[in-house]
């Protein structure tokens, strides 16, 4: 059974890192999309349009990777590969991962197919 992975990284400057890791890991593939969680779109500081613009004065962003693994111990390979990146990621301001199971996949095989041309 394939299971999902999804892993909401805090600090998008990993990013690279954590894919190396998943793919030397054997993770076959994974969709990044750049994310914000809830608590940073309503807190309220000083609108940014009266601050300079720099990274600093930016709200920071998250990215959020999601992954179809072939069963539940690459699921777990792939958490240990995560926190050998990021740490415990039971301490704060680090990301969110969750896995569940996939009742259905269609199209995974032909994007394996895809990349043997």
Do not use: H
Not at 33 to 41: A, V
Not at 67 to 90: F, H, W, Y
Not at 100 to 117: I, N, Q, R, Y
């Amino acid at each position: 059974m394939n299971y999902m992975v999804l892993f909401i990284l805090d600090d998008p400057f990993l990013l690279e890192d954590v894919l190396k890791a998943w793919t030397k890991g054997g993770i076959r593939g994974a969709t990044v999309i750049e994310s914000t969680g809830l608590y940073r779109l309503t807190r309220k500081l000083i609108p940014l349009r009266y601050l300079y613009t720099s990274r600093e004065a930016s709200e920071k962003e998250n990215v959020t990777l999601i992954a179809i693994v072939d069963d539940q111990a690459m699921a777990e390979k792939c958490l240990q590969l995560t926190e050998s990146v990021i740490g415990d990621l039971s301490e704060p301001n680090t990301g969110i991962f969750a896995v569940w199971p996939l009742t259905m996949v269609k199209g995974l095989s032909a994007l394996d197919l895809a990349k043997e041309e």
